[in-house]
């Protein structure tokens, strides 16, 4: 539009271009918009839905024939109106995509001391890094547990869909809607004794990177993206990777047999002192501590 507003045309010249150019894309994305307001108002925030709906009822009959006089320009009032409604939702969904956020970081969390308190669940999550699928074995249990957080984890497939963790098929997003708050991309790695993190994370990154299908908004966690690393003991240096295209990538280490914590740190020091250059001896006790 500011292309065509550029090019100072006549008021004749300016309805013919709009109509080659943009008109009939204005049209569907009003068109796209109503409907994801019916589909899923009820998941939407409450203020994003009435903003929605006020847009809608208000502003509806300006996107019909019936709300311009004749040989008037459309355009650039749907486009503002548009541009208007977006910034509303868009306000009003960011506190849904931080809380989601919340809710991912507490799942992990409570994951990971569910397997330094419980015997049990320690057992059970080491019974599925040690067997033979261990990865699609680790990513299911982990699925499941951010399920019970309300967070449908799914990871991408090899055309840019959505794979659903446990039951390896496609993600159907009505489904997710009626069972969970959120959607989330995570993929899962394990970094056995000896492998380099840092490496599995950068598959896990270039294997989520895959993912182009639209994020579902209102629904979908879509600013960031978790990988992780699941190892048997807890990562000496857990990897960072960088953001890319407004997505930030975010690296949880699963150790599910976890050393107690005095001596995962004693080891992150040493390990730290050997990419410095520093041997173990010139730490003292109480530094290693």
């Known amino acids: 539009m500011r292309l065509i507003v550029e090019q100072r045309l006549g008021p004749s010249e300016m309805e013919w271009l709009e109509k080659r150019t943009i008109a009939k894309e204005i049209l569907e994305l009003y068109r796209l918009l109503a409907h994801f307001r019916v589909r899923f108002a009820r998941h939407l925030p409450q203020e994003a839905a009435a903003a929605l709906e ?5 502003d509806g009959t300006l996107f019909t024939e019936k709300g311009f006089p004749s040989g008037s320009s459309r355009s650039p009032m749907r486009l503002l109106l548009l541009s208007k409604v977006k910034a509303q939702v868009d306000y009003f969904l960011s ?12 799942a992990f969390t409570h994951l990971q001391r569910s397997i330094v308190a419980d015997d049990g669940f320690r057992r059970k999550w080491g019974m599925a890094f040690e067997g033979t699928r261990g990865e699609e074995a680790c990513e299911k249990l982990g699925s499941v547990h951010l399920l019970s957080h309300g967070i449908w984890a799914f990871k991408a497939d090899a055309v840019g869909g959505k794979t659903d963790l446990i039951l390896g098929r496609d993600v159907r997003d009505e489904e997710a809607i009626r069972a969970a708050d959120a959607l989330v991309l995570t993929e899962w790695k394990l970094v056995r004794r000896g492998e380099d993190a840092q490496k599995k994370a950068m598959e896990a990154f270039d294997q989520a990177e895959r993912y182009t299908r639209g994020a579902l908004a209102g629904f979908e966690l879509s600013s960031h993206r978790y990988l992780v690393l699941v190892s048997e003991d807890w990562l000496a240096h857990v990897p960072i990777v960088s953001a890319t295209a407004g997505r930030i990538y975010e690296v949880r280490n699963i150790a599910v047999n976890p050393s107690p914590p005095s001596v995962a740190a004693r080891a992150a020091v040493v390990a730290l002192g050997g990419d410095l250059g520093i041997g173990a001896s010139g730490l003292s006790e ?3 501590e």
């Open 54 to 58: 006020e847009f809608v009822s208000a």
């Open 95 to 106: 506190d849904t995509q931080a809380q989601a956020r919340r809710a991912v970081e507490r």
């Open 286 to 288: 109480g530094e290693g």
